[in-house]
């Protein structure tokens, strides 16, 4: 098949050595040749995914502005967005069903308590529905250059946690608004959003796997989330609806407490509303915080780098 | 993409005059292998390749009856393709359209599984194409250090070597427009931008598509420089083009694909001029 020819000036064929009777696969081991993409190590991969930190963070700081560059408001729009969906929602749930009772700690504190919910809830929400882009929305940059690929969804839930500390100024204004100063309860938020961001970056990754094989899953993604919206309590108070109006089961009560989007936006209300009642906390609210984050980041940072060598192909 | 064939002549020829003087740039430990390719089979899978994918009631059947798809068909891209790449040289890639040079590319770099033999290749190969887009919501400045970082590079790096990239790029000639999006780019300056990123780091092996063919002739003798360069520090540099020109001045060695198979590999003069023969019947 190949006319070669060993007598040319250039020379693109080595001179006759020992090297010759090497098989292909001995003359690699030689030299120290790897096979071309190949999935590395946990622990190596690990490493690599620490080599490029500061490309997680520029891609997501990139992101974040790159977001809303082309409207005229610009990045405004990422503290309109929630604030609007959350007008929307006192119109709807507040005002029009009857939603503000039963609020932990009074009525009053119906639009802190709803503020909250939209803020630490969208965090999740949209984790998870750019998660499930974060292969196939970057398949230029995944097929031009070599990094690990956990970057891209590590940086998707960075870009979100960045976001919501820019909506935590309107919402810090919003509490204090409403009277709830300042207290040393405020420091839970640490805790609690950092369990959260865990949380979220491994859902991101268990996304980002599933929608660069199955493309269907960013069409199907927004109505799962939406159900999970509902399901979690996000415009009303959640136990106080499910005993009180849906007469339902108290397995069931528990169940809906204990997902992890119910978790962290309890959490965040405990924290930041100034007399909402430990009492209207879920049992185990804080192990469940941790065990989720553990979990579900952990297991997704496994389950993405499973299928490593397969992302970008094809 | 006919890129001035006739006035090329006498950059040609200078360049000639400049490799003889610098003979070739091999370093000083001879014949090491960086890309080892075995009996390389590639196929690609085409979902509704035959029927109409379209079709609603097609999917669902599909789905219903758990079969795979409903006309997968097999494209064999590359049949037993077996090469030894060596340290230091550049490698050019011709061969007619749908050859299976692009593929073959994208094999070494290890973005497409081998159906059958393996490619070994010394560190990780970078892959270098015209379509791969960057992110053009950003400012070329953003890119710019997006791309260094995401090679590799560390911040301290990419601000060391962020003015060479931009100069190189010569994006910044006409105006300040390295601080503007790169959707607003047009495709040459934004293939130019994206070749001074990737050009910027010192890859062991680094793989050209087409690349050089969309830069005007100024920045094309100045990525052939590069590419030069590139090789001087140990690198490996395959280059696939259309533009026998280019392939000329950067390349000493040839593979030519046909079919996907390996139909030569050898000295650049040698099989350019039977490929010159085989294209012009």
């Known amino acids: 098949m190949s006319e070669t020819t060993h007598d040319s000036a250039v020379g693109v064929k080595p001179p006759p050595s020992q090297d010759d009777r090497l098989t292909p696969a001995e003359l690699a081991a030689k030299y120290g040749l790897s096979v071309s993409g190949a999935r590395p190590s946990l622990a190596e991969y690990t490493r690599q995914l620490w080599a490029r930190r500061h490309f997680i963070l520029a891609f997501s700081q990139a992101k974040l502005t790159a977001q809303y560059s082309q409207a005229k408001l610009g990045q405004l729009w990422q503290v309109a967005t929630p604030l609007l969906n959350a007008a929307v929602y006192y119109l709807i749930f507040g005002v029009l069903l009857g939603g503000r009772d039963g609020t932990p700690g009074g009525k009053g504190n119906y639009i802190p308590f709803l503020v909250t919910g939209v803020f630490v809830f969208t965090f999740t929400q949209t984790s998870v529905l750019n998660g499930v882009r974060a292969i196939s929305g970057n398949l230029g940059l995944v097929r031009a250059l070599h990094f690990p690929r956990a970057s891209l969804p590590i940086s998707i839930s960075l870009q979100q946690l960045q976001q919501l500390l820019f909506s935590m100024v309107v919402l810090f204004a919003i509490l204090l608004g409403f009277g709830h100063l300042p207290s040393w309860s405020w420091i839970l938020v640490v805790p609690a959003l950092a369990f959260q961001f865990v949380f979220n970056t491994g859902l991101a990754m268990i996304m980002a796997r599933l929608g660069s094989r199955t493309p269907d899953m960013a069409q199907l993604m927004p109505f799962i989330t939406r159900t999970w919206m509902y399901a979690s309590g996000v415009m009303f108070p959640l136990e106080h609806m499910l005993r009180e109006r849906a007469n339902a089961d108290s397995w069931v009560v528990h169940l809906l407490q204990s997902n992890p989007a119910a978790v962290y936006m309890d959490l965040m209300r405990f924290a930041l509303i100034d007399n909402y009642p430990a009492s209207d906390l879920p049992p185990h609210v804080w192990p469940l915080a941790l065990g989720w984050a553990v979990v579900i980041g952990f297991g997704g940072f496994v389950f993405f780098w499973k299928a490593e060598e397969r992302y970008g192909r094809g | ?281």
């Open chain 2, 1 to 281: 993409m006919a890129v001035a064939e006739d006035t090329g002549r006498g950059a040609a020829a200078e360049s000639a005059t400049t490799r003889a003087e610098q003979p070739v740039a091999r370093p000083s430990a001879p014949w090491v292998p960086t890309v080892i390719a075995e009996e390389l089979h590639i196929v690609y899978r085409v979902y509704g390749g035959t029927k109409g994918k379209g079709s609603a009631t097609a999917a669902l059947n599909r789905i219903i009856r758990r079969k795979p798809g409903g006309g997968m068909r097999e494209v064999h891209a590359v049949r037993g393709v077996s090469f030894t790449a060596y340290r230091g040289q550049a490698i050019g890639l011709i061969g007619s359209n749908g050859s299976g040079k692009s593929t073959l590319l994208k094999a070494i770099a290890g973005l497409l599984p081998a159906e059958r033999g393996k490619v070994y290749t010394d560190g990780q190969p970078s892959l270098l194409g015209v379509n791969a887009a960057m992110m053009n919501d950003l400012t070329g400045e953003r890119n710019v250090v997006l791309g260094g970082l995401a090679m590799g590079m560390s911040r301290e790096e990419v601000e060391r070597r962020y003015q060479g990239i931009v100069d190189f790029s010569g994006i910044n000639e006409k105006g300040d427009f390295i601080t503007l999006p790169m959707r607003t780019y047009s495709s040459g300056m934004g293939a130019r931008l994206r070749f001074s990123i990737a050009a910027a780091k010192d890859h062991d092996v680094l793989m050209i598509d087409e690349a050089l063919a969309t830069g005007d002739k100024k920045f094309q003798k100045r990525s052939e420089a590069r590419i030069r360069e590139l090789r001087k520090e140990a690198g490996t540099v395959f280059l696939v083009s259309h533009n026998n020109k280019s392939i000329r001045d950067t390349c000493e060695r040839v593979l030519w694909l046909e079919k996907g198979e390996l139909r030569m590999d050898g000295p650049t003069d040698e099989v350019l001029k039977e490929y010159d023969k085989f294209t012009s019947k």
